[in-house]
């Protein structure tokens, strides 16, 4: 019954902000969003911050708040935006979305045929990447961590659907359709700034080892595809605009688990710059750091 209930409540709540206007639904989310209760949430997201801003213990903590506040806005927009985008025409996610830089490293990796890795960070929204991908005939396929219960987890994969990301379940056969689509020349986008399994690769980011998972890495150096960071930032205004890497190196050069290694450890200093540009628009209200 507690299952159920859960479902019936995000689809009533997908329904309706699909059908308020969206800026009210933005509003009211950002609202929700610095009204989160939970104290631990908000210790873990300063900590993070605090790395991605220079790691000082110096650091002003009114400036940390400060920046909380805008961390925690900023996560209750992505929610409502990313709950919008089934309701919003091709045409309009064309115009207000823009790759800014980066654009020809996609395509050029793209036009190669052998497949493309994304890595993201939790930054801004990639569902609006992930649509834009679509429109202009790059589709992505993602993972995502399995919902209780089930049917919430078909639900949200049927909105990701919806605006042209393929999802796939994070378990054991997700490996094996990633590696099919690269090898069909298809866009895979991987999350990859949080190690939710546990058995990632140490790198140091932003000053402290911390372990990231394996996947982009391995990926990219047992099928020969590209591989490019890439972040999806909110604004200006009701826009949002993408930042692409230039390729990354990811090629074979000894035993494969010292390569992906080398490789996950360049994808982490991607990343720790994407985030840099924006820091108030990465969502990780999870422990990062060992240390505050």
């Not at 919806?162 to 359709?177: F, K």
């Amino acid at each position: 019954m507690a299952g159920r209930a859960r479902v019936a409540t995000f689809r009533f709540l997908g329904a309706l902000i699909e059908r308020v206007p969206e800026s009210l639904a933005v509003a009211a989310a950002r609202r929700i969003g610095r009204s989160i209760p939970a104290k631990d949430s908000r210790r873990h997201l300063a900590a993070n911050l605090r790395r991605a801003l220079g790691g000082s213990i110096d650091l002003d903590p009114e400036l940390i708040d400060r920046y909380v506040e805008r961390a925690l806005a900023s996560y209750g927009q992505y929610w409502a935006e990313g709950a919008k985008l089934p309701a919003l025409s091709a045409t309009t996610i064309t115009d207000r979305f823009q790759i800014s830089e980066g654009r020809g490293y996609l395509d050029a990796a793209y036009a190669a045929g052998a497949g493309v890795v994304v890595a993201l960070p939790h930054v801004g929204s990639w569902e609006w990447g992930g649509a834009l991908l679509a429109q202009i005939g790059m589709p992505m396929t993602a993972v995502a961590e399995a919902l209780e219960p089930p049917a919430l987890f078909e639900w949200f994969k049927s909105k990701r659907e919806s605006i042209g990301i393929t999802i796939e379940p994070l378990d054991s056969h997700a490996g094996t359709v990633l590696l099919d689509t690269l090898r069909r020349g298809g866009v895979v986008g991987l999350l990859c700034d949080r190690d939710l399994v546990g058995n990632g690769i140490p790198v140091e980011f932003f000053g402290e080892r911390v372990t990231f998972p394996a996947g982009p890495a391995t990926l990219a150096l047992r099928t020969g595809a590209a591989l490019v960071a890439a972040a999806c930032y909110a604004g200006p205004g009701r826009d949002h605009f993408a930042v692409i890497t230039p390729p990354i190196p990811a090629e074979r050069l000894g035993r494969l688990r010292d390569d992906v290694a080398r490789v996950t450890q360049s994808i982490a200093k991607e990343l720790e710059g994407l985030i840099r540009r924006a820091p108030e628009q990465w969502h990780v209200l999870q422990p990062r750091f060992e240390t505050p």
